[in-house]
């Protein structure tokens, strides 16, 4: 490095000079790389200056050679400090290490919080909703039988829902399935809780979840779904009690305001089985888009427990009786949010969940 003549300088600046190297490599950030910069070939009182200062006042027949050696030395230390830049630079980019990408004044980056899904919110308000009313909650396999899908709710053997065309079996499993709603889950819980039937003094529990069945995928099916099944068992249990417990739910989830009504309908699993409509939380009845003019939507099946489903669970109907009642979760955030396409829920586009209010 000393290819030019030094003695003619002043011994703090060879020093310098000798130091230059070694005070380089330790800077191991831009901060501390400035700093050096500044020692060194600053404008003000930095060897660079302290060098012109010397040119300046040197006799007029030193003034060339002294020029030579003071411009490679300053032209040594720019190029030199400009190389550490560049790698130091570099590493911030990469990641680099925390001495040289930390920098306490920066604003720490927000990560986007999670929150529960749209539907999960909404079989999580249903849920508390029934809880009041002693209703717990119960879950079943998403893979069943047929038994507990068809059977053991008096769907007879030739009725549609059975056949390849609307339900999924498993390949190689011909009684194995993806259950084709959340009734299964009352099969299940009725055949536990029968032998403690008179103990307990009744059954009431929510079974939210998801359902299959062989839909095309457009803005109002997916082969995907979910349920929120509700039943409950008791002595004496008539529709009143159904219709008493419905209107109840939907002024909870609605408002006060919310009215029902209900219309005769037909399930294997229910007798008598009736449709219930809550007047248009959208337009109170008025009359819009999303209950098409006609101020009522169709929002749950329900109906009173078929005597078979009992017997099947080893249950007596002559002592028991109940009611149930099964709800389209996705049919129901698409009414109450106005959300035109189902696909929509299963996207995960971040602005629509935001837009739900499950992102902040
Ligand atoms: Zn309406």
Redesign the pocket.
């Known amino acids: 490095m000393d290819s030019f003549d030094l003695s003619l300088l002043a011994p703090e600046i060879t020093g310098a000079h000798a130091q230059f190297p070694g005070a380089l490599e330790a800077c191991a950030d831009l901060g501390a790389l400035n700093r050096l910069k500044g020692a060194y070939t600053g404008r003000e009182g930095s060897f660079s200056a302290q060098l012109m200062e010397r040119l300046k006042a040197a006799p007029k027949d030193q003034k060339r050679e002294l020029g030579v050696v003071i411009n490679a030395l300053k032209s040594e230390w720019e190029s030199a400090l400009k190389a550490r830049q560049a790698q130091l630079e570099a590493a911030r980019k990469a990641g680099g290490s925390a001495s040289s990408a930390w920098d306490a004044t920066l604003p720490p980056p927000i990560p986007p919080a999670g929150a529960l899904h749209p539907l999960n919110r909404l079989m999580a308000r249903l849920v508390e909703v029934f809880r009041p009313l002693g209703y717990h909650v119960e879950e079943g396999p998403e893979v069943e039988t047929e038994e507990h899908n068809f059977d053991g709710l008096n769907i007879p053997e030739d009725h549609s829902a059975r056949g390849t065309a609307d339900t999924f079996y498993l390949a190689g499993h011909a009684h194995l399935l993806l259950r084709t709603h959340t009734s299964p889950v009352q099969v299940r819980v009725l055949k536990r809780l029968a032998p403690e039937l008179e103990k307990k003094g009744g059954i009431r529990f929510l079974a939210p979840g998801r359902v299959y069945r062989k839909d095309e995928i457009d803005p109002t099916h997916s082969p995907m779904f979910h349920q929120v099944e509700g039943m409950l068992v008791g002595k004496g249990i008539g529709m009143h009690h159904l219709k008493g417990t419905l209107a109840y739910a939907m002024k909870a989830l609605f408002g006060e305001g919310a009215d029902v009504r209900f219309r005769p309908s037909y399930f294997p699993f229910v007798e008598p089985g009736c449709e219930m409509d809550v007047r ?1 939380p ?2 109170s ?4 888009r ?2 098409k003019g006609s ?1 009522w ?1 169709e929002i749950l099946g329900a109906g009173l427990i078929h005597p078979n489903v009992l017997r099947f669970a080893g249950i007596d109907p002559a002592i028991w009786s109940g009611f149930a009642f099964g709800m389209g979760v996705e049919r129901t955030a698409m009414m109450v949010s106005q959300t035109p396409d189902l696909r929509l829920f299963f996207e995960n586009d971040q602005r629509f969940l935001k837009l739900m209010g499950g992102l902040d």
């Open positions: 248009c959208l337009c009845g008025a009359g819009c999303v209950c101020g939507v």
